[in-house]
């Protein structure tokens, strides 16, 4: 019999999960090829700043295979909706029936996303980044920044963003976290100042370029997720010592490096694969003043990892 769980029942266990160490093991299992994630299944709705993602998966050998369908609509504040919605179905490796929905509304996506931005930043982010840069104002930046707090003692943070009137709202929430929080008023002043950066936004254009960054600074690059997006400019990856993907794969179809490697400013070769950085048998950061850029499009593994831990929890109880 299918199990229906509600957001309130998820978000009610989801403290319960250490989803930093959930996502990571993740990483590690899909770099070792222990995960079989097929090609993301996307439908685009530009007339309203809509999209539709169908991320799915297994990890071999496992009880349940997940399948995750998320929706981005970022006009939906206007009139009064939330910009997220979406769920995760865990289906049966054995039998093929649905074991359970998770009706999470884009909770444990989003929750998932900011993880690996803690996952990225403990991995490659310089021991002492003096300042927190958040480049961007919604609900991933805010995430980001919780999440952050798990793995830096940095509690300086910028942000940097267009909507003026969300922006105050950001930061107040961003200070409640306990963060020192400065507004930075161009681009150029965040990079200035932060050596640990964290990109946001669903842009179309690059927002960061390549005279903008200093030595020694880390770029996590969570908004761009489709083909069309990209929030940093290809000659940021050139310029980068190190470069990390999600899935190498899926990089280059979407995000940063696609759009680095269609630009013909970045090889195949440069980049390598979170998971195996994490397990070491790739190499991250090796010194202070090295740039480094890890691109976050979003892989299936991450949804079946935070999936799989709620489902523990739910059950437990």
Not at 10 to 31: T, Y
Not at 221 to 237: N, S
């Amino acid at each position: 019999m299918t199990v229906v769980y509600t957001r309130s029942e998820i978000e009610a266990v989801l403290p319960e999960v250490d989803v930093v160490e959930e996502i990571a093991r993740g990483f590690v299992a899909f770099s070792r090829g222990d995960v079989e994630v097929p090609p993301v299944g996307e439908l685009l709705f530009p007339e309203c700043a809509g999209e539709l993602h169908i991320k799915y998966g297994s990890i071999r050998g496992d009880d349940v295979c997940v399948i995750k369908v998320a929706t981005g609509f970022y006009n939906n504040p206007k009139i009064g909706l939330p910009p997220f919605g979406g769920c995760m179905i865990a289906v049966s490796q054995k039998t093929g029936l649905i074991d359970s929905v998770l009706l999470e509304e884009g909770e444990l996506t989003n929750h998932r996303t900011a993880a690996a931005g803690a996952v990225v930043a403990r991995t490659l982010a310089p021991a002492t980044p003096r300042t927190i840069g958040i480049v961007g104002c919604g609900t991933q930046a805010r995430l980001q920044a919780d999440y952050l707090r798990r793995v830096t003692d940095c509690r300086d943070l910028t942000i940097w963003a267009r909507e003026g009137a969300q922006i105050e709202r950001a930061v107040s929430d961003v200070m409640a976290m306990g963060y020192q929080v400065t507004v930075s008023q161009t681009l150029d002043e965040l990079c200035d100042r932060s050596r640990l950066i964290v990109t946001t936004t669903p842009s179309e254009q690059p927002l960061l370029k390549a005279p903008m960054i200093r030595p020694g600074t880390h770029i996590t690059a969570i908004g761009a997720d489709t083909p069309e997006k990209t929030e940093i400019a290809p000659e940021i990856l050139a310029l980068a010592d190190v470069v990390i993907a999600d899935s190498l794969t899926q990089c280059e179809l979407r995000g940063e490096i696609w759009q680095a490697l269609r630009a013909g400013v970045l090889h195949k070769g440069k980049a390598v694969e979170l998971g195996n950085v994490i397990s070491g048998q790739s190499s991250g950061r090796e010194n202070e003043d090295q740039i480094t850029v890890a691109d976050l499009t979003g892989v299936a593994v991450q949804d079946i990892a935070i999936a799989k831990a709620v489902l523990r929890q739910l059950a437990s109880g």
